[in-house]
């Protein structure tokens, strides 16, 4: 009691030590509030100790205060100087390891740096993370040099490095994509962790300690290093490494499945990548960037559903996937003709609340131009406005192939002119789409007068354009109009060519001395000649252009002048592709010119390219019509040769070619070997019609039936048409078997495969020819109830 009186007035120590605690906490709070009118008059009036001016120093770094904290770390020295014994360039260490952080943090590394030095100038030991934290800075400041350096003075300041130390630069070195040194330091961290001295690594000499083994982040990022350095292969053997070494308790982690995913993946093995991710345990958590990962890898396999499934499991693991993880989803459904998957992507982008790009709409819209699905192009478009996502001329390019996809020329129209009212200044790949929607619906007025428009804008049609305005006068029957507009193009060119020729010669004339010219060697002579190759590719027509021209021909029944425009194409000093060839074919199979078709054929051999089924079928084709069914069996036979499975057109034409010749057997034996070789091409109507009728012509009802009755067991089962029954019939008539041909007619008759007036006549003529004539006159009196103009027949002489 004596005690408390005799200190009446006077606070107890436990009552001062509260209230000195309130004063730094209050003290701490205004240095976080950046108050430092409070700040310099409270530290102007109290003295703190070490640990408080810690706590001081600590508060500015929590808000990253870096200049505070620098601030702050000075005055404690000069306050604590006499009682440190140190001089004015030895801060405390605890402090500066505050400031360092909130230096760090701010990516101020010239500060942070000179406080390290001021210590070990000092002889103040720093600590450990704040070498660390300067080692991170450095890394991401992209200083992986400074960061290397950093790691080899701490055993100079008297810090061992650690495995984070370590760690630290080589994330510093993975960003930089050193993974040559990545492998050194972690060469040297092994041997230090096995006890034994690390060799010399060429950027200095060994720091590692047995307190620096590598783990797993040590693995990772080495090996993440490897592969952004291109070095997949080194980054696989690491993590092969890691692995085997669990029993150090070295397991990998999301991190490390991202990276050997991703590895894989640039190795082009993206089956393995994928199955990598299918594997990871489910303790091993999704992350974004591993998902990333493995849909990158999915997409590179063309693996659209397992993308779209792995970011659904995604999702129901509560983890946002990136929009780059949607975006290449989108990509792959793009490229597998999925535009469906493309859609529900980007629907559950909007419900996720994924941010959807120019990327994200461009790629749907790519989706969407080959399915033609040009309603749901434009819709997009609208969405993209909406949403404040303004389409580009490539966005609109996209929705104008789907209108040429789809054969929507008043609609691509409405964009054109959309794009215009929206400041967007359409392009050439613009106009060839309009053009190409209104080639297919063979509008040529439109056609020519967007190729005007062209010109007014100033815009020089491509060669796509040129060959949709053939194609457009083709399909409308206007074939002249189409050769006179190829002719007038390729003049032009020709025209531009000579043009061009002519300055390159005038430069040369002003460039070379007459010696010079004389003294060319013969290296610079190739050269020449390569330059003079690139300029006739350069002014001269596309395969296209030519293939437009040559199909027109073609049509209009001009072999002659399809073969032409191939020999021109051949000047031109350009390689024919198949498809210039096979326009040709088509051109001497609708002349019946099979002598042509064989020479078109020996040319594609000739021209080092391989006959397709559609070269051997159009010269079989041409061959037949001409009657030349030895050689169309000639070219049969090599198609088979060449392994090449004969379709329905081929297998039809030389039947029928055969039959007209008189060789129905041939033509049966044909068709008996299609069957007996399992070919598509047998199991087809227009082929059993043809075989029919190779019976009817050699008088065979029973082969006939037994090939109707065939087509019924075939699974599935194919339905006879008009002409296999009509084929069947005239077999019985030929055969004088009139009650056959009575009996498939009354077969006919009672289902919806009406008989024509050839039916009809046959029928009669063989029920008359058999002493069967009331049958014969109900035939006819069907006949003419059915409205078959038997009369018609009967004036012919039939």
């Not at 140190?86 to 405390?92: E, F, H, L, N, V």
């Not at 104008?400 to 959309?418: I, N, Q, V």
């Not at 096979?582 to 002598?595: I, P, Q, Y």
Request: negative net charge.
């Amino acid at each position: 009691v004596a005690h408390r009186e005799g200190g009446r007035g006077k606070p107890s120590g436990r009552a001062r030590s509260s209230e000195r605690r309130s004063k730094l906490a209050a003290l701490c709070a205004a240095v976080r509030a950046s108050d430092w009118g409070v700040v310099n008059s409270t530290l102007a009036v109290s003295k703190w100790d070490v640990s408080e001016w810690r706590a001081i120093v600590q508060a500015s770094s929590q808000v990253n205060d870096w200049r505070g904290a620098l601030r702050l770390v000075e005055e404690m020295e000069a306050a604590l100087k006499p009682a440190l014994n140190a001089t004015p360039s030895a801060p405390d260490s605890v402090a500066a390891h505050y400031a360092i952080a909130a230096c760090t943090r701010a990516q101020r590394l010239a500060p942070a740096l000179e406080l390290l030095d001021r210590m070990r100038a000092g002889g103040v030991v720093p600590e450990t993370r704040s070498f660390n934290m300067a080692i991170t800075c450095a890394g991401r400041t992209r200083k992986w040099q400074l960061a290397l350096r950093l790691l080899r003075s701490m055993r100079g300041a008297g810090v061992e490095p650690t495995t984070v130390s370590y760690n630290s630069a080589l994330s510093a070195l993975s960003a930089a994509g050193k993974w040559k040194i990545a492998l050194e330091l972690l060469d040297e961290m092994k041997g230090a962790s096995n006890g034994k001295d690390a060799a010399a690594s060429t950027t200095s000499s060994s720091t590692a300690t047995a307190s620096a083994s590598p783990d797993v982040v040590t693995f990772s990022t080495v090996a993440a290093a490897c592969r952004k350095g291109g070095a997949w292969e080194h980054a696989l053997d690491l993590l092969a490494e890691m692995r085997e070494t669990e029993g150090a308790h070295i397991a990998p982690n999301v991190f490390t499945f991202t990276t050997e995913i991703s590895a894989l993946s640039d190795a082009g093995k993206w089956r393995e990548a994928v199955a990598m991710y299918e594997s990871m345990p489910t303790s091993v958590p999704l992350t974004e960037a591993v998902v990333n990962a493995g849909v990158s890898a999915a997409v590179a396999g063309g693996l659209w559903e397992q993308a779209l499934a792995m970011i659904e499991r995604c999702v129901g693991a509560g983890v946002l996937p990136h929009a780059s993880s949607f975006n290449m989803a989108i990509r792959a459904c793009a490229a597998a003709r999925q535009p469906e998957a493309a859609l529900g992507a980007l629907k559950q982008m909007e419900e996720l609340q994924v941010r959807r790009s120019l990327i994200t709409y461009n790629g749907v819209l790519s989706a969407l131009a080959p399915a033609g699905m040009w309603r749901r192009a434009a819709s997009l478009l609208k969405e993209m406005r909406e949403g404040g996502c303004a389409p580009t001329v490539i966005s609109y390019n996209l929705a104008l192939d789907a209108c040429a996809k789809a054969s929507a020329g008043e609609a691509a129209m409405e964009m054109l002119a959309e794009m215009r009212a929206r400041n967007l200044k359409p392009d050439v790949v613009s106009y060839s789409c309009v053009i190409a929607a209104f080639s297919k619906l063979a509008d040529v007025p439109r056609v020519l007068g967007l190729l005007g428009a062209m010109e007014e804008a100033e815009l020089e049609p491509n060669d796509f354009s040129w060959s949709s305005a053939i194609a457009a006068c083709e399909r409308a029957g206007e074939y002249d109009k189409a050769l006179a507009l190829f002719y007038a193009l390729r003049d032009a060119k020709r025209e531009e060519a000579k043009n061009d020729d002519a300055k390159n010669k005038d430069t040369t004339a002003q460039n070379d001395t007459p010696d010079e010219s004389k003294t060319k060697s013969k290296a610079e002579s190739v050269a020449d000649d390569v330059d003079a190759d690139a300029d006739v590719g350069a002014n001269s027509l596309s395969d296209a252009v030519y293939n437009a021209a040559i199909s027109a021909a073609g049509a209009a029944n001009k072999p002659q002048v399809a073969r032409e425009i191939l020999k021109d194409m051949l000047s031109e000093r350009r390689q024919p592709q198949l498809r210039a060839f096979n326009a040709c074919l088509k051109a001497a199979e609708r002349a019946a010119d099979g002598d042509a078709a064989m020479d078109l054929l020996t040319e594609i051999r000739a021209s080092k390219l391989n006959p397709d089924a559609i070269s051997f079928t159009t010269c079989i084709s041409a061959l037949g019509r001409s009657g030349q069914w030895e050689r169309a069996l000639g070219v049969w036979g090599a198609m088979l040769e060449a392994q090449i499975e004969p379709d329905s057109v081929a297998l039809t034409t030389l039947i029928r070619s055969l039959t007209a010749a008189g060789q129905w057997q041939a033509a049966l034996d044909l068709f008996e070997g299609a069957r007996n070789s399992s070919a598509a091409a047998a199991a087809s109507t227009p082929a059993f019609a043809a075989a029919i009728a190779a019976c009817a012509r050699g008088a065979q009802p029973r082969c006939a039936t037994a090939l109707l009755q065939e087509m019924a067991a075939l699974s599935p089962p194919l339905l006879p048409n008009l002409a296999c029954y009509r084929g069947a019939v005239e077999a019985c008539a030929n055969a004088g078997e009139a009650r056959g041909a009575l009996v498939l007619w009354q077969q006919m008759m009672r289902t919806e495969m009406r008989p024509d007036a050839a039916t009809h006549a046959a029928v009669a003529s063989a029920l008359s020819a058999a002493g069967m004539e009331e049958e014969a006159a109900r035939v006819l009196e069907m006949a003419e109830v059915a409205g078959a103009p038997i009369f018609a027949l009967r004036d012919e002489g039939v």
